[in-house]
């Protein structure tokens, strides 16, 4: 099993900035390789952000947030991170940590999930 305990979040106002924090931890956490983060609106489906792996150092991000979010890591930590700049209103929405066995955009390769955070942006 692997856990993520995710940290972070809140409410904001636009154009700020906000890093949410997720540590993997379990027996299996070694074997998880690709680290992403989604978010989810109310209403809507889970919505794929980035995702990077602890050893090859790539980062992949979906066009709605590329050149504003920054994924990475801390592999001695154990911790992904994911800096969120110049935030706007619709960014609004609950943000979620998860592991894979591989890299991917698709929410449903997806193993194991952090609990969530609410990120607020107001205008």
């Known amino acids: 099993q692997v856990q993520l305990m995710q940290s972070g979040g809140g409410l904001v106002q636009t154009g700020s900035s906000l890093r949410l924090s997720c540590v993997a931890s379990?027996?299996?956490?070694?074997?998880?390789?690709?680290m992403g983060w989604f978010r989810q609106a109310p209403g809507e489906g889970r919505e794929f952000l980035a995702v990077?792996?602890?050893?090859?150092?790539?980062?992949t991000y979906a066009d709605s947030v590329k050149g504003r979010f920054t994924i990475s890591t801390d592999s001695a930590k154990n911790t992904v991170f994911l800096q969120m700049n110049n935030l706007r209103p619709e960014d609004t929405a609950v943000y979620y940590c998860?592991?894979?066995?591989?890299?991917?955009?698709?929410?449903?390769?997806?193993?194991?999930w952090g609990q969530g955070t609410q990120v607020t942006v107001s205008s």
């Open positions: 998860a592991a894979a066995s591989f890299v991917s955009r698709e929410a449903t390769n997806y193993n194991y």
């Open positions: 379990g027996r299996t956490f070694n074997n998880m390789y690709g």
């Open positions: 990077t792996t602890w050893s090859t150092g790539i980062r």
